[in-house]
């Protein structure tokens, strides 16, 4: 029997105090330089240091919250991080308290591979570790990259922001996809071994193919933002800022962005696209209108509460795409020994 909902997210600071502490979190292990956490900190502080991902986190859950009445489903939810307050370690606690047994863990991520997918199950199993033997079970949902109601959401942002454009340049806009870069080794490794691998950027790509075809668009790119990392290491490309040159030298004076890769409008969404590839459009003349992400949309709540009724009530599994996802599906799709491990990681320089 479930009797709790946990949502896992990544974590982001609710002040400036917060900045640096939630970026050595964010990257303990990995020997990044301090110059480097105080540029990257200099995007949050341009927010006055508050990352919007905790608050629309706690939209999310309210919305959930709501469904799931609705569905006359008597769940709690609860809130956890990787990265910042409230940490995921301590939400479990919490639950362990209230006397929550067996919970299912929803993450703001919809994706397959390491950072996206594996390692939510370290979170876990980090957590549960941390709590020791009262802790309760918990059940990450499967990845829902091509979810009906995900899909839907999309094409209708990628509408509203094609309407945003002057009249005279929509009929020539480019729709533009992005997600977050990661190394082109991850990639390698996203996924089961028998799978072929790449299965973030498969996944990505299918679901750019699913929301151009509902949009009407036959033509579209798939390029990524956000990367990090030492530059000798190969991350996957193109990036947006550098497309956009590109498509400026083809001629093309309209663009439409979809963030399809990011669930909500957090700060790598309102940092990278809102304001460097705004700004570069400009520069460049290009009209520049960005869709919005799902995660406020009425449709992203009713979306978690299927998944939720496909593992307690064995519901119908909804999926759109071609491309295979993984989880604790009723239909036993189930992450493979040795999916999605985390190569090692490159000396630095």
């Avoid at 900190?41 to 927010?47: D, K, T």
């Amino acid at each position: 029997m479930v009797d709790g909902l946990l949502l896992l997210s990544f974590g982001g600071p609710e002040g400036p105090e917060d900045v640096i502490p939630f970026l050595e979190n964010v990257t303990r292990g990995r020997g990044i330089p301090r110059a480097r956490l105080d540029e990257v900190a200099q995007h949050y502080l341009h927010f006055g240091g508050v990352s919007p991902i905790n608050a629309l986190n706690r939209q999310i859950i309210a919305a959930v919250e709501g469904e799931l009445d609705a569905a006359g489903l008597d769940l709690p939810v609860y809130f956890g991080n990787r990265n910042w307050h409230p940490m995921v370690e301590d939400t479990v606690a919490t639950m362990t308290a209230d006397g929550v047994r067996s919970a299912l863990v929803f993450p703001t991520s919809a994706w397959g591979g390491y950072s996206g997918c594996r390692q939510y199950d370290e979170d876990i199993a980090r957590a549960r570790a941390a709590v020791g033997a009262s802790a309760p079970e918990l059940t990450k949902l499967r990845q829902y990259y091509d979810h009906p109601l995900l899909i839907a959401s999309f094409a209708d942002a990628i509408t509203a922001a094609v309407d945003a454009l002057p009249a005279d340049r929509r009929a020539g806009a480019r729709l533009v996809f992005t997600a977050h870069s990661i190394p082109v080794s991850a990639d390698i490794a996203a996924g089961p071994p028998a799978d072929g691998g790449r299965l973030y950027s498969r996944q990505v790509t299918e679901a750019a193919r699913l929301c151009a075809a509902a949009t009407g668009f036959t033509e579209y790119d798939v390029v990524w933002q956000s990367r990090s990392g030492p530059p000798q290491v190969p991350w996957l490309e193109p990036d947006i800022v550098d497309h956009l040159d590109v498509l400026h030298g083809k001629g093309i004076d309209a663009v439409v962005v979809c963030p399809v890769g990011f669930v909500s409008d957090h700060l790598e969404v309102i940092w990278d696209l809102d304001n460097e590839a705004a700004d570069r459009a400009a520069e460049l003349g290009m009209a520049f209108a960005r869709a919005s992400t799902p995660g406020t949309d009425p449709r992203f709540a009713r979306m978690v509460v299927e998944l939720i009724s496909e593992r307690v009530a064995g519901g119908v599994v909804r999926e759109l795409g071609a491309v295979p996802g993984y989880g604790c599906t009723v239909d036993g799709a189930v992450c493979a020994p040795g999916c999605c491990e985390q190569p090692p990681r490159p000396a630095r320089s």
